[in-house]
């Protein structure tokens, strides 16, 4: 089974950028869904952003304009690259991927925090 380990988070300003990687151990190609989301303080996980295997996207609202969700298929590495941060992007960032078979596998997460 694929496993999904996430890196990039950390402590930035806001109005600044950070990537965020999601790296697997296996091939990427016939994931049928591959997402981003995010876990604030004392809330629920919340859709981020969804790329699916045709290439079609999709962002919450609060992120749109900002975040880009992309893929590397020779690195099956997943990325996602947050731009003009908020305080209130910060949170825990998993990785999830969606099989075909619908099978779903997350990674552990990553933090992020925007703060001044």
């Known amino acids: 089974q694929v496993q999904l380990v996430e890196s990039g988070g950390g402590l930035v300003q806001p109005g600044g950028s950070l990537r965020l990687s999601c790296a697997a151990s296996?091939?990427?190609?016939?994931?049928?869904?591959m997402a981003w989301y995010r876990q604030a303080p004392g809330k629920e996980r919340d859709l981020v952003a969804r790329l699916s295997r045709s290439g079609l996207t999709n962002y919450a609202d609060s992120v749109k304009g900002r975040f880009t969700i992309s893929r590397d298929n020779a690195k099956n590495t997943i990325y996602l690259q947050m731009d003009s941060l908020k305080p209130e992007d910060t949170g825990v960032y998993y990785c999830?991927?969606?099989?075909?078979?619908?099978?779903?596998?997350w990674g552990q997460g990553t933090q992020v925090t925007v703060s001044s």
């Open positions: 296996g091939s990427i190609r016939t994931i049928a869904v």
């Open positions: 999830n991927i969606i099989s075909f078979s619908d099978i779903s596998i």
